[in-house]
């Protein structure tokens, strides 16, 4: 493993980190484990543990390190603030979804960029599994947008076009 290689899974480990610390905060029910909050957080760990799996086997002791705890108690008050915060604007599900997107966005960088075929192989995995949490994220955050009294969503039978595309139903003063 090359410095480069070894700094971008070190940033891959950060990120799931402090992805699976905001996960952790806006779980509203810790109990349930099978809620997306829960699964995030597992998928967010098990990348975490494979890439420190893979540091620790490193030769250089310099890479060997974990994170530090400063760095875990920053991430769990950074997610304790985040996440009261989206929690009161209603946006866990979306909140979520982009922190997980940054997870996918360092995994895909380390998959494509790691000289290890059975690393990659790993990487691999992660990602169907990353990929699938983030479509059911995507269907939740829209099933809530979808929920919401907004007077936008409340004029689209008025304002839009009709189901046969007829424009002048709608818009009276446009049919000349």
């Known amino acids: 493993m090359i410095d480069t290689e070894v700094v971008r899974m070190q940033r891959l480990r950060n990120t799931a980190l402090s992805a699976r610390a905001l996960a952790g905060a806006l779980d509203p029910g810790p109990a349930r484990r099978g809620s997306l909050f829960s699964r995030g957080a597992l998928i967010c760990w098990q990348i975490a543990r494979v890439v ?3 540091l620790r086997s490193h030769p250089y ?4 390190r974990e994170p530090s705890v400063l760095r875990a108690d920053y991430d769990r008050l950074s997610a304790a603030w985040r996440g009261g915060i989206t929690r009161y604007r209603r946006r866990s599900l979306q909140a979520l979804s982009d922190e997980l997107r940054r997870v996918a966005r360092e995994l ?7 000289w290890s075929a059975e690393m990659s192989d790993t990487f691999g995995r992660l990602q169907v599994h990353v990929r699938k949490l983030l479509r059911e994220l995507d269907l939740g955050v829209r099933s809530d947008a979808g929920s919401h009294d907004d007077p936008v969503s ?3 039978p008025e304002i839009g076009t009709s189901a046969d595309g007829d424009v002048a139903g709608n818009w ?3 049919a000349f």
């Open 108 to 114: 895909d960088d380390a998959r494509a960029l790691t």
């Open 61 to 64: 002791p310099k890479y060997q």
């Open 52 to 54: 420190t799996g893979t």
């Open 172 to 174: 009276p003063y446009l």
């Open 154 to 156: 409340a004029l689209q």
